[in-house]
């Protein structure tokens, strides 16, 4: 098979966009009609606008041509087939079971897996019914009042996104916290307004052998101890502050979390895919089961249009494919993901595991080093606060950064009028990347205030906008837990495609195990006061300078 950069759909690709270089969207858009009508595509709830990128009819035939050279429709197959499409760990990838509302069977190893996925669902049903009634309460009897998530990485972003995202839906009765960080700020920060008497810690972690959360589970497991010290038996305190979410049912009967209270999941669910199975505990305790598993049904929808729709009409597929149009063939190195939300302020932190952890691989599958670009850059912050902080790069920088403008046209917050000014905003910056202001335009702008001649013509170049800046803008009705789920199983799938493209597996990170490796001796030289041998001459000068600094500190 010839490499991916060799094969014709590339080539065309290559050549497509030398022929495009130098023209502008709006000539596009003049040239085309119904190019606005055209370049937009609707699926669970969600309007993409892709309009506004610097892409024809003809380039999105040749990214079809590419996806259809590169096997994805038979790879979206396979992953749904429950195929053991993450090759270096030999699993199937099958988070869509999780919510699969179809009523069909899915098979891993000629097993259906779906009795289990729903006993589980069934589980947590139960207990959020429970603490959320105050039937199951702390050790005094007090109902809980404060949820801490003890998680990282995919066991944390995934539920404090969700969680985040759907406040306006959640219990003011029950608030949820999240500790993920190593770093004894977060854990104590937290635990520093609760009452260990009504708080509920939940440990979150596919393996249970993470460090940072398993430090932190103790440390909170001694919070509690410390309080109900005394006469009180720690086991039963423990049993009933904690509950647990792993696939190592062995390690967290070990830590003490009685069996009633542990949620399985399965290998063939990778962290940064996991907020659909009991990782997403938080997320049904804060909103209520039945919200949760509107969650679930919001995916399911998406992941059915996944499946089923034509690749020009698919929107992960869309999403996936302009992407790499940015990426390999006009140069862009970085996403930017701009929610108009201050709800889903955490999005673009849980899009960068998503995404950077799937896809930023540099070896194919078969093994080989690519060498086309895979994975970029993905970065962003909720409008309209980027606008007064990076937008300038966006707008006059030397690069054309795509970005995905994120939006509700309702809010869920009693301040109607205030949304209509976040989304005048998010529009129109929209408009102003595509349009941009000519120097002209800037120079009669600047006479029109007032300025003289020569001082117009000074500052008209500092005002000049480029435009044909590219964007896609997702729209959608509101910012409820249906909508959540498919815009989350938009992302998810994306990455898919795009990792289906390049060649990757999207389901492994292996990128992760170096520095885990090398903190553990790092660790002991600390203890130890002293730089073992073995390390380059900067880290050993960077261990013994911290070592001298503790020394200092009584
Ligand atoms: O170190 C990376 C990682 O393995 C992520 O992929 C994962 O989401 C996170 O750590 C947490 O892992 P666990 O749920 O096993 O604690």
């Known amino acids: 098979m010839p490499r991916l950069t060799e094969r014709p759909a590339w080539q065309a690709l290559t050549a497509h966009a ?68 993450n090759i270096t760990e030999q699993r199937a990838v099958l988070h869509v079971a999780l919510r699969n509302r179809s009523g069909r069977p899915v098979m891993v190893d000629g097993r259906d897996v779906m009795p289990e996925v729903v006993a589980v669902l069934e589980q947590m049903r139960a207990f959020c019914d429970g603490v959320r009634s105050g039937a199951h309460s702390g050790f005094t009897g007090r109902a809980y009042t404060d949820v801490v998530n003890i998680g990282i990485g995919g066991s944390d972003l995934g539920p404090l996104m969700a969680c985040r995202a759907l406040a306006p839906f959640a219990s003011q009765k029950l608030r949820s916290h999240f500790v993920s960080n190593v770093d004894g700020a977060h854990l104590a920060g937290t635990l520093a307004g609760l009452d260990p ?25 001694e919070w509690l101890l410390t309080h109900f010290q005394g006469g009180s038996p720690p086991e039963a305190v423990v049993a009933r502050h904690f509950a647990a979410v792993s696939t190592n049912l062995g390690a967290t009967t070990q830590f003490g979390v009685p069996p ?62 302009i992407g790499i149009w940015h990426g390999n063939f006009l140069g862009a190195t ?53 606008q007064h902080a990076f937008f300038q790069h966006l707008h006059q920088g030397t690069q054309a950064t795509p970005c995905d403008f994120i939006v509700a046209a309702n809010s ?60 896609n803008t997702i729209v ?16 998810e799938h994306k990455v898919f495609v795009q990792g289906a493209v390049w060649n990757v597996n999207s389901f492994d990170q292996w990128g992760v195990e170096l520095g885990k490796q090398l903190a553990t001796g790092v660790l002991q030289d600390l203890r130890q006061g002293r730089a073992s041998d073995g390390h380059d001459p900067s880290t050993a000068a960077l261990i013994d300078r911290i070592v001298k600094a503790r020394r200092k500190d009584p």
């Open 197 to 221: 008497e009504s708080t509920l810690f939940i440990i979150s972690s596919k393996t249970f052998t993470t460090q940072e959360t398993l430090t932190n589970a103790r440390s909170a497991r």
């Open 412 to 471: 869920e917050w009693p301040l109607p009028g205030q949304h209509e000014i976040l989304l005048a905003n998010c529009i129109a910056q929209t408009e102003a990347l595509l349009r941009g202001k000519s120097t002209e335009a800037a120079l009669a702008e600047a006479k029109a205030q007032g300025l003289n001649a020569d001082t117009a013509a000074r500052l008209a170049v500092h005002r000049t906008f480029p435009g044909n800046r590219p964007s």
């Open 18 to 85: 030398r022929q495009l270089r130098g023209q502008h969207m709006l000539q596009f858009f003049a040239e085309d009609p119904a190019r606005a009508r055209d370049f937009a595509a609707e699926a669970a709830g969600l309007y993409l606008d892709f309009s506004k990128n610097p892409l024809t009819r003809e380039t999105l035939r040749l990214l079809t041509t590419l996806a259809e050279d590169t096997h994805v429709p038979a790879q979206i197959g396979a992953m749904f087939a429950g195929s053991r499409t």
């Open 476 to 491: 959608f009705d509101h910012l409820d837990p249906r909508t959540l789920g498919a815009l989350i199983a938009l992302y």
């Open 334 to 386: 970085t996403h930017a993901v701009l929610p108009y939300a201050q709800d889903l302020a955490w999005f673009p932190a849980y899009l960068q595991q998503l995404d950077m952890e799937s896809n930023g691989k540099r070896v194919d599958r078969a093994g080989g080093v690519v060498d086309y670009a895979t994975g970029p850059v993905i970065w962003g912050a909720p409008g309209t606060n980027g």
């Open 260 to 321: 009633d209270r542990v949620f399985g999941f399965w290998d063939w669910v990778g962290g940064r895919y996991s907020l659909w199975s009991a990782i997403g505990l938080p997320i049904a305790l804060g909103v209520g089961f039945e919200r949760f598993e509107e969650l679930l049904a919001g995916a399911h929808e998406m992941d059915e249009h996944f499946r089923t729709a034509p690749l020009p009409r698919n929107l992960p597929a869309l999403l996936g494919l």
